[in-house]
């Protein structure tokens, strides 16, 4: 079992940029692969940043790709979504989620591969 805790959001500029942590509970992390997805008011919940549980394999939304980078730290059981050049379209509230890896063939990009979320973290972009 795995609990996270998501943080870093807040209101920032357009163009400006954002840190969000997750942190996560149990001796596991290390075994999990994590993503980041996000819903906006009025929206449906959608990918935007997965990572394997080993690290070494990441995934972004077309949308973010080249603006937001996600890492790990397993020693730290932590793993962050540094978000740069925000815009207004990335106004919603950021979930951490994470499911046990080693599982082949697994779509990071689907919600329902995670069994695992955080509580979200708001993040707010003003024009």
């Known amino acids: 079992q795995v609990q996270l805790v998501e943080s870093g959001g807040g209101l920032v500029q357009a163009g400006g940029s954002l840190r969000l942590s997750c942190s996560a509970s149990?001796?596991?992390?290390?075994?999990?692969?994590m993503g980041w997805f996000r819903q906006a008011p009025g929206k449906e919940r959608e990918f935007v940043a997965a990572?394997?549980?080993?690290?070494?394999?990441?995934y972004y939304a077309d949308s973010v790709k080249g603006r937001f980078t996600i890492s790990r730290d397993n020693a730290k059981n932590t793993v962050s979504l540094q978000m740069n050049s925000l815009k207004p379209d990335d106004t919603a509230v950021y979930y951490c989620?994470?499911?046990?890896?080693?599982?082949?063939?697994?779509?990071?990009?689907?919600?329902?591969?995670?069994?695992?979320w955080g509580q979200g973290t708001q993040v707010t972009v003003s024009s």
């Open positions: 990572i394997s549980w080993s690290g070494v394999n990441t």
């Open positions: 989620a994470g499911t046990p890896g080693y599982v082949r063939g697994r779509n990071y990009y689907r919600s329902d591969e995670y069994d695992y």
């Open positions: 149990g001796r596991t992390f290390s075994n999990y692969d």
